[in-house]
């Protein structure tokens, strides 16, 4: 016997070994039979099934150690802010960013790009300046900055992409002028899975001095992210679609543009006194953390976080890069299949349609004979 191989004969290295069934055990939900046979759940992208590590962590923290946080002298409330505060700084390591106080907890990407719009927007664009998206945005990374047109006269701009779902990146770059004021963008798109040259297009911005926004909802659970490296100056991603709980996401920005940012909502814990002629705010991130938060979500996170480092993205990206390859190679050979979103840097989403067949049709027949769950309205 080879030292790498084990006593099933399994010859691959443990240490790069991608151990699918044992990560499949840690979801209990996929245990259970639907219609009779084994769940097979492929709608990730709209919203990932949690990890039985995620659920304990929220039981046992409600169960022993659950108080609101930041205002207790007594000693629940200091072990919850505590859990609280140590999640911040696991989600700071795991995005790379330079300062805890960088990591806004929100209620998920949609919130983090309001509050993006109506904070740093409304005190920067005015009537004429132009926001840059792109086409293959997610509806949350156009419908907030349509409002903040509105509301301010300023005017969208789109930069186009190719057939197989590539941004443009000379018509992008067309598209920064003098007017432009901000860049918002998707890491992966929802529906095509294309990764985007984020580096490539933070450079590009700069150059014009533009700040660019980054949509990591679909990029934090399949790519490892360094918002340094990327040195984007703010990125959004959703904890429910990184096997974490649903309603609570992060918002992380550069230290600068969050403290010279006002608040977003005003309450409690927003402030630091207040009185009926004036209020001042308190230091980032708590300013923009108004209200008791999801302390029990925000714990729940760092769970999820933590097991997903444990796994490691790097091994994450590598083993869907082999399942993309394989399932775009036999779905493109299925008579009537058309794939959409074909880009060379491509995430494990896929989008097809088939000819003659509505989707939603499909998407029913899949469930109810298959079964398979799959997202059918995009
Ligand atoms: C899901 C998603 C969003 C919105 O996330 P919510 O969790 O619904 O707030 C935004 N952008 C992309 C690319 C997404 O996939």
Redesign the pocket.
């Known amino acids: 016997m080879r030292p790498n191989q084990d006593k099933t004969g399994d010859e691959r290295s443990p240490s790069h070994q991608f151990e699918v069934a044992r990560i499949r055990e840690a979801f209990p939900i996929l245990k259970q039979q639907v219609r009779g046979k084994p769940l097979v759940y492929l709608d990730n992208?709209a919203s990932a099934q949690k990890p039985q590590v995620v659920i304990d962590t929220l039981s046992q923290f409600y169960a022993t150690s659950y108080a609101n946080i930041h205002r207790g002298i007594h000693w629940l409330s200091e072990r919850a802010t505590e859990a609280y505060e140590s999640a911040r700084a696991d989600i700071q390591r795991f995005l790379g960013a330079a300062e805890a106080s960088e990591i806004v907890f929100v209620r998920?990407?949609?919130?983090a790009i309001n509050l993006v719009a109506q904070t740093y927007g409304r005190t920067h664009v005015r009537a004429g300046d132009e926001i840059l998206i792109s086409t293959m945005e997610?509806h949350?990374?156009i419908v907030p900055w349509q409002m903040l047109c509105e509301a301010t006269g300023a005017v969208l701009r789109v930069a186009p992409i190719n057939d197989g779902g590539e941004l443009l990146l000379d018509e992008f770059e067309k598209l920064l002028t003098p007017r432009t004021k901000l860049v918002a963008i998707?890491h992966v798109?929802?529906v095509l899975g294309t990764i985007n040259p984020i580096r490539r297009i933070v450079e590009l911005a700069h150059r014009h001095d533009v700040p660019v926004f980054v949509?990591g909802?679909?990029a934090v659970p399949h790519l490892a992210v360094d918002v340094q490296a990327l040195d984007c100056d703010f990125y959004a991603f959703?904890g429910?679609?990184l096997f974490g709980p649903t309603g609570i996401?992060v918002l992380y920005g550069k230290a600068a543009l969050l403290e010279a940012m006002p608040p977003y909502q005003g309450g409690g814990h927003m402030i630091q006194s207040v009185t009926f002629e004036k209020t001042t705010y308190n230091k980032v991130p708590d300013r923009f953390e108004a209200g008791t938060p999801h302390i029990a979500g925000v714990v729940g996170l760092g769970a999820a976080v933590a097991f997903v480092r444990a796994i490691g993205l790097e091994a994450i990206t590598a083993y869907e890069r082999k399942l993309l390859a394989y399932a775009m190679d036999r779905a493109s050979k299925i008579a009537g299949v058309r794939l959409i979103g074909t880009a060379k840097e491509k995430a494990g989403v896929i989008s097809f349609v088939v000819d003659g067949v509505h989707p939603h049709d499909l998407g029913t027949f899949l469930d109810k004979f298959a079964p398979v769950t799959i997202a059918h309205n995009h």
Not at 108 to 111: N, Q, V
């Open positions: 992208a998920g990407t949609t919130e997610h949350s990374n998707a798109s929802n949509d909802a679909q959703s429910h679609k996401g």
